[in-house]
């Protein structure tokens, strides 16, 4: 891949790597990344978080 390559996932979160794609963005190797899907995702349906940052790196099972 070229330096600041933009991944969108728009399938399933499972398709992805998550460790790697977060990996990436902080070592700037990829420079966007597009999610409207996760797969951790059941916790976070019904709820308003707007407000608030989700944060992969919290998630201890990943």
């Known amino acids: 891949m070229k330096p600041g ?3 969108v ?3 399933r979160g499972a398709l992805i790597a998550t460790r790697d ?3 990436g963005l902080k070592s700037k190797k990829s420079g966007y990344l597009g ?4 797969e951790d ?3 976070l349906f019904f ?3 707007s407000g608030q940052v989700i944060r992969d790196d919290d998630c201890s099972d990943r």
């Open 5 to 7: 390559v933009m991944l």
């Open 9 to 11: 996932n728009t399938g």
């Open 21 to 23: 794609v977060i990996q």
């Open 35 to 38: 999610l409207d899907v996760d």
């Open 41 to 43: 995702e059941s916790d």
């Open 47 to 49: 709820e308003s978080l």
